[in-house]
């Protein structure tokens, strides 16, 4: 009922920059928190950021200075603008958002189906 389609991966060399989108689509009652995931052959999925509907953003350490999450509320859109990125950033990325498709059901939160970045050195 609810679907988010990812773009903006790819590859580039170490110190280059990409930004990521999400848009989320379908019966949307209301919009919560979205964010980023990451996951890396071999490692678990982790938090990269995220941003609440108003604002309040949160980051991994590792890529705090770097990365900036933002969102565009009319479009049901959230970005991850990544700056000097680096060989360790590679992994499959996964945007997430916490919506209500009516307005008695839980929030529940809907995944895309991830974009691959790739960083060579």
């Known amino acids: 009922q609810v679907q988010l389609m990812e773009s903006g991966g790819g590859l580039v060399q170490a110190g280059g920059s990409l930004r990521l989108s999400c848009a989320a689509s379908?019966?949307?009652?209301?919009?919560?928190?979205m964010g980023w995931y990451r996951q890396a052959p071999g490692k678990q999925r982790e938090l990269v950021a995220t941003i609440s509907t108003d604002g309040n953003t949160d980051y991994a350490d590792s890529v705090k200075g770097r990365f900036t999450i933002s969102r565009d509320n009319v479009k049901n859109t959230v970005y991850l603008q990544m700056n000097n990125l680096q060989p360790e950033d590679t992994a499959d990325y996964y945007c997430y958002a916490r919506t209500k498709t009516t307005r008695f059901v839980p929030w529940r939160d809907y995944w895309g189906q991830g974009t691959q970045v790739t960083v060579s050195s």
């Open positions: 379908g019966s949307i009652f209301a919009s919560g928190t």
